[in-house]
């Protein structure tokens, strides 16, 4: 029952260092990342699609990115899609492909950046502190229920602290890692 505990914690835990990974790689860092359009949904035939599932995307270098759609028809859709997200990317298009210029970050963009890493790192080092306390409390419930004895508990205990502190110190590996990548010219 212990092992089940610290094993579904520990699960969560990654789950949640997987969630920021991605939130880490769709903010746009200066840098051409296809990942930037993964949240983007495209009106696909009367269904929001996304723009991976439409067309082939691709980085031929450090401020392109290349959307080449597999039906052509759509060009016009995915268009509309990037205007309307959040990007602040105008798209432009021969015809065939779409062409995304990433623009170079001001100064000021990026310490506003750095402050937004910055708060969704320490959202998931919240919510792996609440995957800690729900483990415990589970622990707690269990000895307190006679299915545990005391000194199982306290290692039980001891070896969420240890999932934690691994998880947390991968929180910061990750958003110093960010961090540089922004404010890198």
Known sequence: M??????????????????????????????????LLEK???????????INQLANISVPEARL?????????????????IMKSDLGITPTNDGNVIRLAIPMLTEERRKDLVKVVKKRAEEAKVAIRNIRRD???????????????????KKGMDSIQKVTDKFIKDVDVLLQAKEKDIMEV
């Open 2 to 35: 212990l092992n089940d505990i610290i094993a579904d914690s520990e699960d969560r835990m990654k789950k949640t260092i997987d969630h920021l990974t991605g939130d880490f790689a769709a903010l746009r860092a200066g840098r051409a990342n296809p990942a």
């Open 65 to 81: 990115l290349v959307i080449q759609p597999w039906d052509k028809s759509s060009i016009a859709e995915i268009e509309k899609a």
């Open 40 to 50: 983007v949904m495209v009106n696909y035939y009367g269904e929001p699609t996304p």
């Open 135 to 153: 483990a415990n409390d589970l622990i707690k419930a269990a000895e307190k229920d006679k299915m545990i004895p005391e000194d199982e508990s």
